[in-house]
C-alpha cells in the first residue's frame, strides 16, 4: 500500500465526514454535564434521531423537515431521562442506559410496523454534497472541505455558538453554576431544574442531529443500529474534551481519524479487527487518557428548586 497525496486527503476528508456525528453527540453530552445531569442515554438519543429523520423524509418528501424531525425525537427521548432522573430521582446512569434500551427495541419495531422492512428502510430524500464552486478549487483545502455537506459546517457553527453560549453570556455562566454548586445556585434564585432540563434537552436535540446526520448526511435511509455505539464514543469523548464545545470537536477529530483509517486498512487487514480499531482505541482512552480530568462537582446531586 503506497501512501500518495489523493491517499491523505481521501483519508482527512473521510476524518470530517467521520467526526461530524461525533462532534454532536459530545457536544450534546457537554450541555447536559454542564447543566449537571451526567448522559449515558446519548446512544439511544442518536438511533432515535436517525429512524425519525428518515420518517420524517419519507413522510413530507423534505431532508430539512426530516432534519428537524430527528432533533426533535431525540430531545422527546432525552425527555424521558430528565423526567426519570431530574424529577424522580432515578439514577443518571440507570435513566440514561433506558432511554438506550428503548429506542434499541422501538427502532427496529416501527422499522417493521411503518416501512414493512426489517434490517433497513426504503430510500428517501437526503443531504447530497453540493458543488461549492470556487471553494474546490482551493489547493489542498478544497479537495477536503469540499468533499464535505452543508451539516459539516452547520456543525462547526453549532460548536462556535456553543461554546460562546457556555462560556461568555450569563445563561451559560448560570448553568455552569448549576453544574458546580447547585445549592449555591438555588440559593441565589436560579431555577435549578429549569436548568438542568434546558441542558437535557439540548443534549438530545443535539445528539438527534447527530443521528439524523447518520441517516440523511452520510446515508440516505435508517439501518437497525445504525449508531453502532457511537453515543457511548461520544460519552468517552466528552470526558476527554473535558466537557467543553472546543474540546469535544478536538477529540472527536481524534476518534474520526481512527475511523477514517478503515477505509485504508479494510483491504489488508481482516475486516472485524479494522472495525475493532475506534473501540479498542476508545477503551485505551479510558484507560490512559481521561486522568486528571473531573467532572463538574455537582454532577447528579438534586436540589428542591
Known amino acids: 500500500m503506497q501512501f500518495n497525496m489523493d491517499l491523505i486527503l481521501s483519508i482527512l476528508a473521510s476524518t470530517l465526514?467521520?467526526?461530524v456525528p461525533l462532534i454532536l453527540a459530545a457536544m450534546g453530552g457537554c450541555f447536559s454535564m454542564r447543566a449537571g445531569v451526567s448522559d449515558l442515554g446519548l446512544e439511544g438519543m442518536m438511533l432515535a434521531g436517525s429512524f425519525f429523520a428518515v420518517l420524517g423524509s419519507w413522510i413530507t418528501g423534505n431532508a430539512w423537515l426530516g432534519l428537524l424531525t430527528g432533533i426533535l425525537f431525540g430531545a422527546v427521548f432525552s425527555m424521558l431521562h430528565a423526567v426519570m432522573?431530574?424529577?424522580?430521582?432515578?439514577?443518571?446512569?440507570?435513566?440514561?442506559?433506558?432511554?438506550?434500551?428503548?429506542?434499541?427495541?422501538?427502532?427496529?419495531?416501527?422499522?417493521?410496523?411503518?416501512?414493512?422492512?426489517?434490517?433497513?428502510?426504503?430510500?428517501?430524500?437526503?443531504?447530497?454534497?453540493?458543488?461549492?464552486?470556487?471553494?474546490?478549487?482551493?489547493?489542498?483545502?478544497?479537495r477536503i472541505l469540499g468533499a464535505q455537506n452543508i451539516l459539516f459546517f452547520i456543525t462547526i457553527f453549532l460548536v462556535i455558538v456553543s461554546w460562546i453560549f457556555l462560556y461568555k453570556t450569563k445563561y451559560g455562566l448560570r448553568m455552569r453554576m448549576v453544574s458546580e454548586n447547585p445549592q449555591a445556585a438555588s440559593t441565589v434564585g436560579l431555577n435549578v431544574r429549569a436548568y438542568k432540563y434546558f441542558g437535557v434537552a439540548m443534549s438530545g436535540a443535539f445528539a438527534g442531529l447527530g443521528g439524523a446526520y447518520l441517516s440523511l448526511g452520510q446515508m440516505n435511509l435508517f439501518v437497525e443500529d445504525m449508531t453502532s455505539g457511537r453515543g457511548y464514543i461520544a460519552v468517552v469523548i466528552n470526558a476527554f474534551g473535558r466537557y467543553n464545545?472546543?474540546?469535544?470537536?478536538?477529540?472527536s477529530l481524534f476518534f474520526g481519524f481512527f475511523d477514517s483509517l478503515q477505509t485504508v486498512f479494510q483491504s489488508i487487514l481482516p475486516s472485524q479487527l479494522v472495525m475493532m480499531t475506534p473501540y479498542v482505541f476508545t477503551l485505551l482512552v479510558i484507560t490512559f487518557g481521561l486522568k486528571g480530568g473531573k467532572a463538574p462537582a455537582g454532577v447528579g446531586k438534586h436540589v428542591e428548586s
Open 85 to 142: 432522573h431530574i424529577s424522580y430521582k432515578v439514577n443518571a446512569s440507570i435513566s440514561g442506559m433506558c432511554v438506550n434500551l428503548l429506542a434499541g427495541a422501538v427502532t427496529p419495531l416501527l422499522l417493521n410496523v411503518i416501512f414493512g422492512m426489517s434490517g433497513k428502510s426504503v430510500s428517501v430524500a437526503a443531504f447530497a454534497k453540493p458543488d461549492w464552486g470556487l471553494l474546490e478549487k482551493i489547493p489542498i483545502i478544497g
Open 245 to 251: 464545545p472546543a474540546g469535544a470537536l478536538a477529540g
Open 17 to 19: 465526514r467521520s467526526s
